[in-house]
């Protein structure tokens, strides 16, 4: 039973195709952001237990940030990624963002899709 859930698990992953490129519909910078959480923590002693809320430090660093609209299965799909600031510095709302890497302008659907 293991092996067929992990078969079918495996067939649906690998049929899951995402966004390959898209055009840049919003750029943003989120700074870094530092706040303070509480955590519980059970602490056990013999046949006692008790839970504390313990201060934890969350640092979330700079981001910065795109969003790409682009097409998977026909369908209008809208998905955010994280770049490098050198990497963000060079894009423009508007622009083409080619998600793998290995995208052709000339390609038929860059062209169906633009037109």
């Known amino acids: ?48 237990t008790m839970t504390m809320m313990v201060p934890h430090r969350v640092v979330d660093g700079e981001d910065f940030c795109i969003e790409i609209k ?17 990497r963000w510095d060079t894009l423009q709302r508007g622009q083409l963002f080619c998600v793998d890497g290995d995208c052709n302008k000339n390609d038929f659907t860059y062209n169906k899709r633009r037109l």
Do not use: A, H
Not at 2 to 14: A, G, R, S
Not at 73 to 85: A, Q
């Open 1 to 48: 039973m293991k092996k067929l859930l992990f078969l079918l698990l495996v067939i649906f992953l690998t049929g899951c195709e995402g966004l390959k490129e898209g055009e840049i519909v919003n750029k943003w910078y989120e700074p870094e952001n530092t706040r303070t959480v509480l955590l519980p923590v059970m602490i056990t002693s013999g046949k006692m």
């Open 70 to 86: 682009g097409y998977i299965d026909d369908k209008e799909v809208t998905k955010t990624f994280y770049l490098t600031k050198e």
